[in-house]
């Protein structure tokens, strides 16, 4: 038993780096957008729903967007607060300050695991929402008959293989291999996927 | 890939890197999983504790040399550098291959 010297340990850190970068700007920009979207088509669908083959089910998945895509603005601005790197401490600290260790210096490991908890709710919250719009946006569609029926089937048919184009890229986000085998990995082509 | 990633409508989901190898690794866990770890540890029971970390894929995720190599995804995407020690030294007392 010599397993005398405690071994070394990486700091949290997001993978990608630029993944948390990335991730705000899915929340502050992208949702925000399709919430005002899918808030819009609310409005539509409540005025007039003599329009619409399904009224009720249109409702229903264009208020489920909108409900959902505001979440992960919500959900996304709460995880945020928990993430900051060493430049963040430096600004608000002293180099004397920080070698005394002050809380936040001790709670920066614990929050980034909060920020990654927190984080992994307003992706699926964001996905889940996108999906939803779709959904709504095809049930929108759906013609009730009259002239422009063909139109509108054909519509229909392009917003249901993009939310199936959608739902294969978000199956592959999501349940991805869980990990390449080690040794496999470094091998012949230098890395590169 | 990357590039990808951000501009396709699917938001990426976290990723989680060994703290002691470095791999990545994907997965969504929960506070459920942590729990379930540390009553397995809790019991203090070898045979239990192996198997525990086998049907955890632990293998799968480290590297061979990784000295965190016992503790499973759930736990490795979950805890900060102390926390992942002090687990570490938990499955030390009880088996003495790690
Ligand atoms: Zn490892």
Redesign the interface.
């Known amino acids: 038993m010599e397993r005398s010297k405690e071994p070394y340990i990486w700091p949290g850190v997001p993978y990608p780096l630029g993944y948390a970068e990335a991730s705000a700007a899915t929340q502050t920009v992208a949702a925000p957008l399709l919430a005002g979207a899918s808030l819009t088509l609310l409005g539509v669908v409540v005025v007039d729903d003599s329009t619409f083959r399904w009224p009720g089910a249109t409702l229903l998945l264009v208020v489920s967007a909108s409900i959902t895509l505001i979440a992960s603005i919500q959900v996304g601005a709460d995880a945020r607060r928990f993430l900051y790197n060493r430049q963040t401490l430096e600004a608000w600290y002293t180099e004397d300050e920080l070698k005394r260790g002050p809380r936040a210096l001790a709670e920066r490991e614990k929050h980034f695991i909060q920020w990654k908890i927190r984080n992994q709710r307003a992706v699926i919250a964001f996905n889940a929402g996108t999906m939803l719009l779709i959904f709504a946006i095809t049930s929108v569609l759906v013609p009730s008959g009259g002239d422009l029926a063909a139109w509108r089937w054909i519509a229909t048919g392009l917003a249901l293989l993009g939310a199936l184009g959608e739902a294969w890229w978000m199956y592959h986000l999501f349940f991805r291999e869980f990990r390449k085998r080690p040794d496999k990995q470094k091998s012949l082509d230098g890395g590169t996927k | 890939?990357?590039l990808y990633?951000?501009t396709?409508?699917?938001?990426?989901?976290?990723?989680?890197?060994c703290?002691?190898c470095?791999?990545?690794?994907?997965?969504?866990f929960?506070h459920g999983d942590l729990q379930k770890w540390y009553q397995t540890v809790e019991r203090r029971d070898a045979e239990a504790l192996r198997l525990y970390i086998q049907q955890s894929?632990a293998h799968?995720?480290?590297?061979?040399a990784c000295?965190?190599r016992c503790l499973p995804?759930a736990v490795v995407?979950?805890?900060?550098?102390?926390q992942?020690?002090a687990e570490?030294r938990k499955v030390?007392a009880i088996l003495?291959e790690y």
């Open positions: 890939m990357t990633d951000v396709l409508p699917g938001e990426p989901p976290v990723a989680h890197m703290g002691g470095e791999e990545i690794f994907h997965g969504i929960g894929r799968e995720l480290h590297r061979t000295a965190f995804p995407a979950l805890s900060t550098p102390d992942l020690r570490l030390q003495p």
